[in-house]
């Protein structure tokens, strides 16, 4: 099997890398792509050192797959192409997750819609990935009205830049701003760009991509994006509300039993789910299930999750997983 990796050089594509490799990928071809500063350049992928090629050359390599984490304008640009020649596409951008015809998958939720007429399928945003995992058993027992979401959002998510741009601050050197603020000892109520309503576009795609995902447009969704100076993963305070009443011992159970979830939540002895706990996990931890005292059938709680696995590299590969163990 041939695999291409385009932005096999970013912080998401070196994760990619990792997790194709946890996950058995290591005997397949790899074709490590990334833009032309890198052409040339090796990269490491098991025991093996692979050249990274253009995106041109990658394509006339006709992948069966090709995973995407370069950034919008080279998946519109490229992942057509790709499609065209009969490789599958996995893309992580932004670029194609709001196509009716184009599948947005989290292989736990919603894996069944994949078909083999699907050649670019696109995978969430790294911040809806973690809230609808915990959402989706709550939703089919009981509901969603209305989920209001602060999110905590790791510097990874923005890129190897933001990383770059931390880790200087807090040395005190000169670096390039990724951000239009410091973010050492900050943080900002900002993620993307702002649109006329005065919401920005990570905002705006908890709602969207939320709704598609969960396949139920009536689920309402308000959202406030907040960049803090973490690193280990994003985390959000949920609070949602639900048509039918719940009991919270079933919702804990609900959410244990979701594949891919983790309850961590003991309050007594301090145990709560933090970005340094899901740090290069794969899960998505959820804790501080509780009741909301002021409004009937509303439960809040809080979920982080590594939003370079679950939120990103693991979830396309497990996508990858799905349409190979499917024979999709
Ligand atoms: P490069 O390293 O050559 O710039 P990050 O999100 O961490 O900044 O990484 C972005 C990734 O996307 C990098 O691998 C980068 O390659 C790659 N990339 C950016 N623009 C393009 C493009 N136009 N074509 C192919 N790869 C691109």
Redesign the pocket.
């Known amino acids: 099997m041939k695999i291409a990796l385009?932005?096999?050089?970013?912080?998401?594509?070196s994760v990619m890398l990792k997790v194709l490799r946890e996950r058995g990928f290591c005997n397949c071809e790899l074709i490590p792509?990334?833009?032309s500063?890198?052409v040339g350049k090796k990269i490491k992928f098991g025991d093996k050192d692979i050249e990274i090629v253009s995106?041109d050359e990658a394509i006339s390599k006709k992948p069966d797959f090709a995973i995407f984490?370069?950034?919008s304008?080279?998946s519109l640009e490229y992942a057509p192409i790709f499609a065209k020649n009969g490789t599958t596409v996995i893309d992580n951008s932004s670029a194609w997750r709001s196509y009716e015809d184009i599948p947005l998958v989290v292989p736990e939720i919603n894996g069944d819609i994949l078909t083999s007429k699907d050649k670019i399928i696109a995978n969430p945003n790294c911040s809806t990935i973690q809230m609808v995992m915990a959402l989706a058993p709550l939703h089919k027992k009981y509901q969603i009205k209305r989920v209001v979401v602060s999110t905590y959002q790791s510097v990874t998510g923005t890129?190897?830049?933001a990383v770059n741009q931390l880790f200087k601050e807090r040395a005190g050197e000169e670096c390039n701003m990724a951000y239009p603020y410091p973010i050492d000892l900050n943080l900002f109520p900002h993620g993307g760009s702002f649109g006329d309503d005065g919401y920005t576009t990570e905002e705006v795609k908890l709602l969207n991509e939320t709704r598609k995902i969960l396949r139920d447009n009536s689920i309402q969704v308000t959202a406030t994006v907040v960049r803090v100076p973490v690193t280990g993963g994003h985390s959000e305070a949920v609070n949602a509300e639900f048509h039918h009443e719940f009991d919270i011992s079933e919702v804990f159970s609900l959410l244990d039993s979701m594949p891919g979830v983790v309850v961590l939540d003991d309050p007594a002895n301090n145990k709560y789910p933090m970005p340094i706990f899901a740090e290069h996990n794969d899960d998505v931890f959820v804790g501080r299930i509780r009741r909301d005292l002021t409004q009937p059938k509303t439960l809040n709680f809080w979920v982080v999750a590594d939003n370079l696995r679950k939120g990103a590299a693991t979830n396309a590969v497990q996508i990858l997983q799905y349409i190979i163990d499917k024979k999709i």
Request: aromatic letters at 0%; proline letters at 0%; glycine letters at 22%.
């Open positions: 385009v932005g096999a050089t970013g912080l998401v594509g792509a990334a833009s500063r890198s995106v984490s370069a950034g304008s080279a890129g190897m830049n």
